[in-house]
Protein backbone atom coordinates (compact mmCIF):
# COMPACT_ATOMS: atom_id res chain seq x y z
CA UNK A 1 0.00 0.00 0.00
CA UNK A 2 1.30 3.39 -0.90
CA UNK A 3 2.59 5.49 2.11
CA UNK A 4 0.54 8.95 1.85
CA UNK A 5 1.66 12.12 3.24
CA UNK A 6 0.06 12.23 5.83
CA UNK A 7 0.82 8.95 6.83
CA UNK A 8 4.86 9.64 6.18
CA UNK A 9 4.32 12.31 8.76
CA UNK A 10 2.74 10.30 11.52
CA UNK A 11 5.37 7.87 10.87
CA UNK A 12 8.14 10.14 11.47
CA UNK A 13 6.48 11.66 14.47
CA UNK A 14 6.05 8.56 16.22
CA UNK A 15 10.18 7.67 15.31
CA UNK A 16 11.17 10.82 16.56
CA UNK A 17 11.27 10.49 20.18
CA UNK A 18 13.32 6.64 19.88
CA UNK A 19 15.89 8.27 17.85
CA UNK A 20 16.18 10.91 20.59
CA UNK A 21 16.42 8.85 23.10
CA UNK A 22 19.36 6.70 20.82
CA UNK A 23 21.09 9.24 20.46
CA UNK A 24 21.03 10.25 24.22
CA UNK A 25 21.50 7.10 25.81
CA UNK A 26 24.73 6.98 22.97
CA UNK A 27 26.39 9.30 25.16
CA UNK A 28 25.73 7.90 27.94
CA UNK A 29 28.55 8.31 30.40
CA UNK A 30 29.70 5.86 33.07
CA UNK A 31 30.07 1.98 32.92
CA UNK A 32 30.69 0.85 30.30
CA UNK A 33 30.14 4.07 28.89
CA UNK A 34 29.21 5.18 25.12
CA UNK A 35 31.88 2.66 23.86
CA UNK A 36 31.21 -1.00 25.39
CA UNK A 37 33.60 -2.99 24.21
CA UNK A 38 36.14 -0.46 22.35
CA UNK A 39 39.46 -0.64 23.77
CA UNK A 40 42.19 1.86 21.78
CA UNK A 41 46.01 0.42 21.87
CA UNK A 42 48.60 3.45 20.77
CA UNK A 43 52.05 2.36 20.68
CA UNK A 44 55.02 4.61 20.52
CA UNK A 45 58.68 3.29 20.14
CA UNK A 46 60.32 6.12 21.34
CA UNK A 47 57.99 6.61 24.58
CA UNK A 48 59.65 4.97 26.24
CA UNK A 49 64.06 4.74 26.80
CA UNK A 50 66.28 3.03 29.16
CA UNK A 51 63.13 2.48 31.80
CA UNK A 52 61.85 6.10 31.32
CA UNK A 53 59.19 7.51 29.70
CA UNK A 54 59.41 10.61 26.86
CA UNK A 55 57.46 13.43 27.18
CA UNK A 56 56.32 14.44 23.76
CA UNK A 57 55.65 10.75 22.66
CA UNK A 58 53.54 10.44 25.55
CA UNK A 59 51.45 13.67 24.74
CA UNK A 60 51.41 12.46 21.35
CA UNK A 61 49.93 9.11 22.60
CA UNK A 62 47.43 10.99 25.01
CA UNK A 63 46.00 12.65 22.01
CA UNK A 64 45.60 10.46 19.16
CA UNK A 65 44.41 7.38 22.08
CA UNK A 66 41.41 10.26 22.91
CA UNK A 67 40.60 11.07 19.33
CA UNK A 68 40.53 7.62 17.72
CA UNK A 69 37.99 6.41 20.87
CA UNK A 70 35.44 9.27 20.62
CA UNK A 71 35.87 9.30 17.02
CA UNK A 72 36.44 13.32 17.60
CA UNK A 73 38.39 15.15 14.91
CA UNK A 74 40.85 16.87 17.67
CA UNK A 75 42.15 16.34 20.78
CA UNK A 76 40.27 19.20 22.41
CA UNK A 77 37.13 18.24 21.35
CA UNK A 78 37.58 14.46 22.34
CA UNK A 79 37.92 15.33 25.92
CA UNK A 80 35.29 17.78 25.86
CA UNK A 81 33.17 14.17 24.68
CA UNK A 82 33.66 13.48 28.46
CA UNK A 83 34.58 16.73 30.43
CA UNK A 84 33.26 20.45 30.30
CA UNK A 85 33.45 23.65 32.70
CA UNK A 86 32.06 23.25 35.72
CA UNK A 87 32.68 19.31 36.55
CA UNK A 88 34.86 18.21 39.44
CA UNK A 89 37.33 15.32 38.26
CA UNK A 90 39.04 13.20 40.35
CA UNK A 91 42.13 11.17 38.87
CA UNK A 92 42.77 7.69 40.39
CA UNK A 93 46.32 7.67 40.67
CA UNK A 94 47.59 3.83 41.65
CA UNK A 95 51.19 4.39 43.69
CA UNK A 96 51.67 0.13 44.51
CA UNK A 97 54.59 -1.10 43.09
CA UNK A 98 56.54 1.70 44.23
CA UNK A 99 59.69 3.18 43.21
CA UNK A 100 59.33 1.10 39.94
CA UNK A 101 55.56 0.71 38.21
CA UNK A 102 53.80 3.77 38.93
CA UNK A 103 51.15 5.97 37.27
CA UNK A 104 53.69 8.59 35.66
CA UNK A 105 53.76 12.29 35.89
CA UNK A 106 53.75 12.88 32.35
CA UNK A 107 50.71 11.14 31.64
CA UNK A 108 49.33 12.51 34.44
CA UNK A 109 50.54 16.24 33.25
CA UNK A 110 48.92 15.09 29.77
CA UNK A 111 45.91 14.21 31.32
CA UNK A 112 45.10 17.69 33.00
CA UNK A 113 46.14 19.73 29.97
CA UNK A 114 43.25 17.66 28.05
CA UNK A 115 41.18 18.01 30.75
CA UNK A 116 41.97 22.04 30.66
CA UNK A 117 41.27 21.92 26.93
CA UNK A 118 37.85 20.85 28.14
CA UNK A 119 37.53 23.81 30.21
CA UNK A 120 37.99 22.10 33.27
CA UNK A 121 39.63 24.32 35.74
CA UNK A 122 42.65 23.33 37.71
CA UNK A 123 41.18 23.77 40.79
CA UNK A 124 38.46 21.65 39.93
CA UNK A 125 40.70 18.41 39.12
CA UNK A 126 41.85 16.08 41.99
CA UNK A 127 44.91 13.80 41.83
CA UNK A 128 43.63 10.74 44.75
CA UNK A 129 44.03 7.55 45.89
CA UNK A 130 43.06 6.12 49.29
CA UNK A 131 46.17 6.01 51.58
CA UNK A 132 47.52 9.51 51.96
CA UNK A 133 51.20 7.53 53.00
CA UNK A 134 51.43 5.86 50.21
CA UNK A 135 50.03 8.92 47.61
CA UNK A 136 53.11 11.16 49.07
CA UNK A 137 55.71 8.33 49.21
CA UNK A 138 54.72 8.11 45.97
CA UNK A 139 55.57 11.77 45.14
CA UNK A 140 52.61 12.19 43.03
CA UNK A 141 52.04 15.69 45.83
CA UNK A 142 55.60 16.95 44.30
CA UNK A 143 55.38 17.20 40.76
CA UNK A 144 50.89 17.73 40.52
CA UNK A 145 51.08 21.24 38.77
CA UNK A 146 50.07 24.52 40.64
CA UNK A 147 46.71 24.61 41.14
CA UNK A 148 45.43 20.87 41.01
CA UNK A 149 44.64 19.14 44.25
CA UNK A 150 44.86 15.83 45.66
CA UNK A 151 43.53 13.91 48.26
CA UNK A 152 43.34 10.63 49.95
CA UNK A 153 40.81 8.75 52.20
CA UNK A 154 42.73 7.91 55.02
CA UNK A 155 46.00 7.93 56.49
CA UNK A 156 47.07 4.24 56.10
CA UNK A 157 46.18 0.81 57.02
CA UNK A 158 46.65 0.85 60.70
CA UNK A 159 45.39 -2.83 61.02
CA UNK A 160 44.17 -5.49 59.13
CA UNK A 161 40.29 -4.93 59.50
CA UNK A 162 40.77 -1.73 57.84
CA UNK A 163 37.53 0.05 59.22
CA UNK A 164 38.86 3.63 59.78
CA UNK A 165 35.86 5.53 58.23
CA UNK A 166 37.78 8.70 58.49
CA UNK A 167 37.24 9.57 54.92
CA UNK A 168 34.32 7.05 53.62
CA UNK A 169 30.70 7.59 53.52
CA UNK A 170 28.68 5.34 56.18
CA UNK A 171 25.12 5.35 53.40
CA UNK A 172 27.14 3.69 50.64
CA UNK A 173 28.82 0.42 51.07
CA UNK A 174 29.49 -3.13 49.21
CA UNK A 175 28.04 -5.98 52.03
CA UNK A 176 28.80 -9.12 51.00
CA UNK A 177 30.09 -12.55 53.98
CA UNK A 178 33.48 -12.06 53.57
CA UNK A 179 35.85 -11.68 56.68
CA UNK A 180 39.18 -10.42 57.19
CA UNK A 181 41.19 -12.47 60.22
CA UNK A 182 39.94 -11.06 63.30
CA UNK A 183 36.31 -9.36 62.36
CA UNK A 184 33.10 -10.45 64.44
CA UNK A 185 30.71 -12.10 61.89
CA UNK A 186 27.59 -10.67 63.83
CA UNK A 187 28.95 -7.06 63.29
CA UNK A 188 27.71 -5.86 59.57
CA UNK A 189 29.92 -3.25 59.81
CA UNK A 190 33.29 -5.96 59.40
CA UNK A 191 30.91 -7.14 56.26
CA UNK A 192 31.18 -4.10 54.45
CA UNK A 193 33.41 -1.84 52.35
CA UNK A 194 32.14 1.18 52.33
CA UNK A 195 33.02 4.08 49.16
CA UNK A 196 35.46 7.44 49.73
CA UNK A 197 33.11 9.99 50.54
CA UNK A 198 35.92 11.68 47.82
CA UNK A 199 33.82 9.82 45.10
CA UNK A 200 30.11 10.21 46.40
CA UNK A 201 30.11 13.61 47.39
CA UNK A 202 33.29 15.48 46.65
CA UNK A 203 33.73 14.91 42.63
CA UNK A 204 31.38 14.29 39.59
CA UNK A 205 33.33 12.63 37.32
CA UNK A 206 36.34 9.86 37.83
CA UNK A 207 39.10 9.22 35.14
CA UNK A 208 41.63 6.05 36.51
CA UNK A 209 44.94 6.46 35.67
CA UNK A 210 45.85 2.95 35.67
CA UNK A 211 48.96 0.55 34.39
CA UNK A 212 49.29 -2.86 32.98
CA UNK A 213 50.73 -4.87 36.00
CA UNK A 214 50.45 -8.39 37.30
CA UNK A 215 48.89 -9.12 40.75
CA UNK A 216 49.58 -11.93 42.95
CA UNK A 217 45.96 -11.87 44.42
CA UNK A 218 43.22 -10.93 41.26
CA UNK A 219 45.90 -11.72 38.49
CA UNK A 220 46.25 -8.44 37.33
CA UNK A 221 45.71 -4.98 37.87
CA UNK A 222 45.01 -2.46 35.43
CA UNK A 223 41.51 -0.85 35.20
CA UNK A 224 39.09 -2.87 37.57
CA UNK A 225 41.35 -3.56 40.71
CA UNK A 226 42.37 0.47 40.71
CA UNK A 227 38.61 0.83 41.09
CA UNK A 228 37.67 -1.84 43.95
CA UNK A 229 40.66 -1.40 46.06
CA UNK A 230 41.28 2.15 46.02
CA UNK A 231 37.91 3.64 46.76
CA UNK A 232 35.99 1.53 49.50
CA UNK A 233 37.81 0.44 52.96
CA UNK A 234 37.86 -3.10 54.65
CA UNK A 235 39.62 -4.31 51.16
CA UNK A 236 41.94 -6.80 53.14
CA UNK A 237 39.10 -9.59 53.41
CA UNK A 238 39.33 -9.98 49.88
CA UNK A 239 42.84 -11.46 50.00
CA UNK A 240 43.04 -12.71 53.71
CA UNK A 241 45.77 -15.12 53.20
CA UNK A 242 47.59 -16.93 50.14
CA UNK A 243 44.38 -19.65 50.05
CA UNK A 244 41.77 -17.57 51.36
CA UNK A 245 41.46 -15.34 48.46
CA UNK A 246 38.22 -13.73 46.79
CA UNK A 247 39.16 -10.96 44.64
CA UNK A 248 37.15 -12.68 41.70
CA UNK A 249 34.32 -11.70 43.52
CA UNK A 250 35.03 -8.85 45.53
CA UNK A 251 36.19 -6.64 42.59
CA UNK A 252 33.13 -6.49 40.53
CA UNK A 253 31.23 -6.49 43.57
CA UNK A 254 32.35 -3.00 44.20
CA UNK A 255 32.69 -1.91 41.05
CA UNK A 256 28.57 -2.88 40.44
CA UNK A 257 27.96 -0.34 43.09
CA UNK A 258 25.50 2.57 41.01
CA UNK A 259 28.20 5.35 42.41
CA UNK A 260 30.66 3.86 39.94
CA UNK A 261 28.61 2.83 37.09
CA UNK A 262 27.68 6.92 36.98
CA UNK A 263 30.65 8.60 37.81
CA UNK A 264 33.59 6.77 36.86
CA UNK A 265 33.66 7.93 32.68
CA UNK A 266 37.31 7.07 31.28
CA UNK A 267 39.89 4.84 31.90
CA UNK A 268 43.77 5.69 30.15
CA UNK A 269 45.88 3.01 31.26
CA UNK A 270 49.54 3.49 30.88
CA UNK A 271 51.26 0.68 29.78
CA UNK A 272 54.52 2.81 28.51
CA UNK A 273 56.07 0.46 31.46
CA UNK A 274 54.44 -2.77 32.20
CA UNK A 275 55.19 -5.96 34.95
CA UNK A 276 54.11 -9.41 33.97
CA UNK A 277 54.62 -10.64 37.50
CA UNK A 278 55.54 -10.36 41.26
CA UNK A 279 52.58 -7.77 41.73
CA UNK A 280 51.51 -6.06 42.95
CA UNK A 281 54.48 -4.36 44.83
CA UNK A 282 58.08 -3.66 44.74
CA UNK A 283 59.15 -7.10 43.68
CA UNK A 284 57.39 -6.09 39.89
CA UNK A 285 60.87 -4.68 39.59
CA UNK A 286 62.54 -8.00 38.80
CA UNK A 287 59.57 -7.80 35.73
CA UNK A 288 59.50 -5.27 33.97
CA UNK A 289 59.28 -4.70 30.22
CA UNK A 290 59.00 -1.63 27.84
CA UNK A 291 55.90 -2.30 26.34
CA UNK A 292 55.04 1.22 24.97
CA UNK A 293 51.74 1.11 24.74
CA UNK A 294 49.08 2.93 26.33
CA UNK A 295 45.33 1.97 26.57
CA UNK A 296 41.79 3.86 26.31
CA UNK A 297 38.82 3.25 27.30
CA UNK A 298 35.33 3.65 28.60
CA UNK A 299 34.75 0.06 29.12
CA UNK A 300 37.11 -1.26 32.05
CA UNK A 301 35.80 -4.97 31.30
CA UNK A 302 37.03 -4.52 28.00
CA UNK A 303 40.55 -3.00 28.57
CA UNK A 304 41.21 -5.17 31.59
CA UNK A 305 40.51 -8.30 29.09
CA UNK A 306 43.09 -6.67 26.48
CA UNK A 307 45.47 -6.36 29.31
CA UNK A 308 45.21 -9.22 31.00
CA UNK A 309 45.84 -11.08 27.44
CA UNK A 310 48.97 -8.53 27.02
CA UNK A 311 50.29 -10.12 29.82
CA UNK A 312 50.16 -13.83 29.36
CA UNK A 313 51.39 -12.67 26.05
CA UNK A 314 54.39 -11.81 27.77
CA UNK A 315 54.82 -14.36 30.38
CA UNK A 316 54.53 -17.11 27.72
CA UNK A 317 57.89 -15.13 25.70
CA UNK A 318 59.61 -15.18 29.06
CA UNK A 319 58.72 -19.10 29.52
CA UNK A 320 55.89 -18.97 32.11
CA UNK A 321 52.49 -20.06 32.32
CA UNK A 322 49.32 -17.94 31.73
CA UNK A 323 48.04 -16.13 35.03
CA UNK A 324 45.22 -18.43 34.84
CA UNK A 325 46.93 -21.42 35.17
CA UNK A 326 50.26 -20.74 37.61
CA UNK A 327 51.49 -21.86 40.38
CA UNK A 328 52.36 -19.56 43.72
CA UNK A 329 56.58 -18.66 43.17
CA UNK A 330 58.62 -17.11 45.53
CA UNK A 331 57.24 -13.93 43.91
CA UNK A 332 53.58 -14.63 43.71
CA UNK A 333 52.33 -16.59 46.91
CA UNK A 334 48.64 -17.19 46.33
CA UNK A 335 47.36 -20.41 45.81
CA UNK A 336 45.43 -19.24 42.63
CA UNK A 337 45.28 -15.92 41.26
CA UNK A 338 41.68 -14.82 40.04
CA UNK A 339 41.74 -13.55 36.64
CA UNK A 340 37.96 -14.51 36.71
CA UNK A 341 36.87 -10.96 38.19
CA UNK A 342 37.30 -9.88 34.48
CA UNK A 343 34.78 -12.33 33.05
CA UNK A 344 32.22 -12.02 36.18
CA UNK A 345 32.12 -7.86 35.28
CA UNK A 346 31.39 -9.03 32.15
CA UNK A 347 27.98 -11.24 33.27
CA UNK A 348 27.57 -8.36 35.56
CA UNK A 349 27.02 -5.82 32.42
CA UNK A 350 29.74 -3.76 33.67
CA UNK A 351 31.82 -4.13 30.22
CA UNK A 352 32.30 -6.66 27.54
CA UNK A 353 34.55 -9.96 28.47
CA UNK A 354 34.17 -11.84 25.58
CA UNK A 355 37.43 -11.23 23.84
CA UNK A 356 36.08 -11.99 20.25
CA UNK A 357 33.56 -9.30 20.88
CA UNK A 358 36.07 -6.36 21.50
CA UNK A 359 37.10 -3.77 18.39
CA UNK A 360 40.99 -3.55 19.83
CA UNK A 361 42.01 -0.74 17.40
CA UNK A 362 45.72 -0.64 17.07
CA UNK A 363 47.76 2.54 16.64
CA UNK A 364 51.33 2.61 15.88
CA UNK A 365 52.98 5.89 16.05
CA UNK A 366 56.50 6.70 14.94
Known amino acids: MELNRRHLLKAMMAAAPIVGAAQTDAKKLGIPGPFPGRVIAVNHPGSAVSGKHQPEPVRDMVARGMMELTGAPSATDAWRYFFEPGDVVGIKVNPVGQPYLISSPLVMNAIIAGLESAGVKKTDMFAYDRYRAEFLSGGFDKWLPNGVRWEAAT ?20 EMALLARGADPANAHHRRSYVAKFLTQRVNKVLTLGVVKHHQSAGATIALKNISHGFVNNVAR ?23 RKKVVLHIIDGVMAAYHGGPSRKVGRYLWEHKTMYFATDPVAVDTVGLSVIDIKRGQMGMETIAAAKPDQDSLFVRMQPEFIEISGLLGLGVGDESKIDLRKINLA
Open 238 to 260: SHVSSSNNACGMFIPTVVDLPVF
Open 155 to 174: TRSVNGLQLDMEGYDQDVYM
